[in-house]
């Protein structure tokens, strides 16, 4: 079956939800709702792509009984998947939401140690996914044991096999060395841009501008940095640079926003929508997600409302950014 979107994410996890009434630290804390699922921020943004309409592939890493409930939950959830079997324990992350301060925690395992094997069959897999696909994202943290130039090879082998446009959302060493490699379209946040490139590299949009002539120079011809509740701002050859904000009655949990937004993005540019319509509808899918616990999950019905609620800004400027 071919896929319109294939997603490269080989740190899969177990993801275990926990709402609390008041969250104390060092005391026994009752949950009063849990729930555990298929995680990473490929599985994340596959979840939210099945539910905008797209049916997605994953290509990730799992291992042991944690792997075994990734494929399982992959396969109730209806999303297709490459998974290769590292023999080590997929990891988990925990999320914390507090209802009374309405704050979030998160605790992620640092995962597994995959072998020189292990990456290779995942380089392999993610190569041939990517034959069939309009479009490819590269997303999430490598697990340890990969080379950080893992996400740069796949961009240049893919780059010469395949006409899908690739799209990347890493961070660190890999992020940097896959940015050089020449991503069609980069989406980091602002944190991720600032770990790979350098405390100068976020300080202001005429900062991120700079980092985006850079960028152009190897190919990318997109670069959006989400910002929290600042919104998204976005570089393109297509248009002047714009922000991108939707305001959101409440937030729940913002974790999962940013890979909601790459979902909600790349659903629009199936569509046919230009680089602006794109980013609007990204937004509103993110601000979807918040109103939810859970990465990746939303209401399509929040999402189209919320396309209402949004407003696209400019021109840049550093105050405007202080904001």
């Keep these: 079956m071919n896929h319109a979107v294939v997603i490269v994410s080989p740190n899969t996890a177990i993801d275990s939800y926990y709402t609390v009434p008041n969250l104390t630290?060092?005391?026994?804390?009752?949950?009063?709702?849990?729930?555990?699922?298929?995680?990473?921020?490929?599985?994340?943004?596959?979840?939210a792509l099945r539910t905008l309409g797209v049916r997605p592939m994953c290509v990730g890493l799992i291992g042991g009984i944690g792997g075994m409930f990734v494929r399982q939950e992959?396969?109730?959830?209806?999303?297709?998947?490459?998974?290769?079997?590292c023999g080590v324990e997929t990891r988990r992350t925990t999320t914390i939401v507090d209802r009374s301060s309405g704050r979030t925690t998160v605790v992620a395992d640092p995962g597994?140690?995959?072998?020189?094997?292990?990456?290779?069959?995942m380089f392999e897999g993610a190569v041939e996914a990517a034959l069939r696909a309009k479009y490819v994202a590269l997303a999430g943290s490598l697990?340890?044991?990969?080379?950080?130039?893992?996400?740069?090879?796949?961009?240049?082998?893919?780059?010469?096999?395949?006409?899908?446009?690739?799209?990347?959302?890493?961070?660190?060493p890999a992020l940097q060395l896959a940015m050089k490699a020449g991503p069609a379209l980069?989406?980091?946040?602002?944190?991720?841009?600032?770990?790979?490139?350098?405390?100068?590299?976020?300080?202001?949009?005429?900062?991120?501008?700079?980092?985006?002539?850079?960028?152009?120079?190897?190919g990318v011809e997109v670069l959006i940095v989400t910002d929290g509740p600042r919104g998204a701002y976005v570089f393109s050859k297509a248009s002047p640079p714009f922000r991108v904000v939707t305001q959101v009655e409440r937030v729940v949990s913002a974790v999962g926003a940013g890979?909601?937004?790459?979902?909600?993005?790349?659903?629009?540019?199936?569509?046919?929508?230009?680089?602006?319509a794109a980013a609007v509808a990204g937004s509103a899918a993110a601000a979807a997600n918040v109103l939810q616990v859970g990465c990746g999950t939303l209401d399509v019905s929040d999402a189209r409302r919320l396309v209402g609620s949004t407003r696209v800004i400019r021109p840049l400027t550093f105050a405007e950014d202080a904001a």
Aim: aromatic fraction near 4%; glycine fraction near 10%; hydrophobic fraction near 45%.
């Design 25 to 47: 630290v060092g005391e026994v804390n009752r949950a009063d709702a849990a729930f555990h699922t298929a995680g990473g921020k490929g599985v994340n943004a596959a979840r």
């Design 74 to 85: 992959l396969r109730r959830e209806a999303i297709d998947a490459t998974l290769i079997d």
């Design 112 to 121: 597994p140690v995959a072998s020189e094997a292990s990456s290779r069959l």
């Design 143 to 172: 697990p340890l044991g990969f080379n950080d130039s893992f996400y740069a090879d796949l961009i240049s082998v893919i780059r010469k096999s395949s006409s899908a446009m690739l799209c990347l959302d890493g961070a660190g």
């Design 186 to 218: 980069v989406k980091v946040n602002r944190a991720e841009l600032l770990s790979a490139l350098g405390p100068n590299a976020g300080t202001s949009p005429l900062a991120m501008a700079n980092v985006y002539r850079s960028l152009a120079r190897n």
């Design 259 to 276: 890979d909601t937004f790459l979902a909600g993005l790349l659903a629009a540019l199936l569509g046919g929508a230009e680089i602006e």
